[in-house]
């Protein structure tokens, strides 16, 4: 039989960053609700538009139009200098994006600002310049990369003080709301590990267009209602304002 010796890899700069969430997004009380959503109009219109948005992207600009009308979703708990909940003014989607980074394939948060105010269109060439372009020409990959360079207990340090005092800072460097899905790779993710207030994540569709969608939130933030009227609402605007875009991508292709 062919064997290979063992060995210790050491953790990437990546790895370190995504180590470094893990163990802050433990701390968090998240809960998880989940919402099927019939989205067939919106996959049909989808196929036919040109560029075709990718999903991260329809999903960012979906929530954070919920998002820019309830502002209990750009909220945050921070427990010092006193426990309070501080809301962001706009929003900054973290969207996942899985890229190359030396020898492996890494998730890397992708930052965007105010994805309500942007068109499918540009959403969708941010996404795709996240997994294309090199990462010294993304400002929160950079970020990332640069942060994992400092010795662990800096890191944490860091962590701590982005996530827990300065206020004004964590959108800037955590987004307000994530969105993440493997999807892609045909396979859901049931639960997700998040130091943010909201994280959208999805499943597969089925034949006749159904996706399960789900909405992982800090309680402390807000309660299960709340987040399942955003669930509702966010169906609302996909089926609504989303399908509305994506056909006018159509009809302008056709043209």
């Known amino acids: 039989m062919w064997q290979t010796a063992n060995r210790n890899i ?10 470094d969430f893990l163990y802050f997004s433990r ?21 036919q538009a040109s560029p075709r948005p990718a999903w991260s992207a329809i999903f960012a600009k979906g929530f954070a139009l ?24 706009n929003n900054v989607a973290a969207i996942v994006v899985e890229r190359p980074f030396e020898e492996e394939s890494v998730p890397f948060p992708s930052h965007v600002r105010s994805p309500e105010a942007r068109s499918l269109t540009e959403l969708d060439a941010f996404v795709r310049a996240c997994k294309e372009e090199p990462v010294e020409n993304i400002a929160s ?3 990332a990369v640069r942060l994992g360079r400092f010795p662990k207990p800096v890191r944490r340090l860091l962590w701590w003080l982005g ?11 955590m987004g307000t ?43 402390r933030v807000f309660d299960g209602r709340t987040a399942a009227h ?19 991508l159509s009809a302008a292709q056709a043209a």
């Open 141 to 143: 990959h950079r970020r």
């Open 163 to 173: 996530l827990n005092v300065f206020a004004r800072q964590r959108a800037r460097f």
């Open 66 to 89: 919920v998002a820019s009308r309830r502002p209990e979703l750009r909220r945050a708990y921070l427990p010092l200098p006193w426990p309070r909940l501080y809301e962001h003014g």
């Open 177 to 219: 709301f994530g969105v993440t899905s493997t999807g892609a790779f045909g396979a859901g993710v049931l639960q997700v590990l998040s130091p943010l207030t909201c994280t959208v994540h999805y499943s597969l569709f089925d034949a006749a267009g159904n996706i399960d969608v789900r909405l992982t939130f800090d309680h």
């Open 10 to 19: 050491a953790l990437s700069l990546p790895r370190r960053f995504a180590v």
């Open 230 to 248: 955003a669930l509702a609402e966010l169906e609302g605007v996909l089926s609504q304002e989303i399908l509305q875009e994506l056909r006018g």
């Open 27 to 47: 701390k968090v009380p998240a809960v998880t609700v989940d919402r099927r959503m019939n989205l067939a109009a919106v996959v049909a219109a989808r196929q």
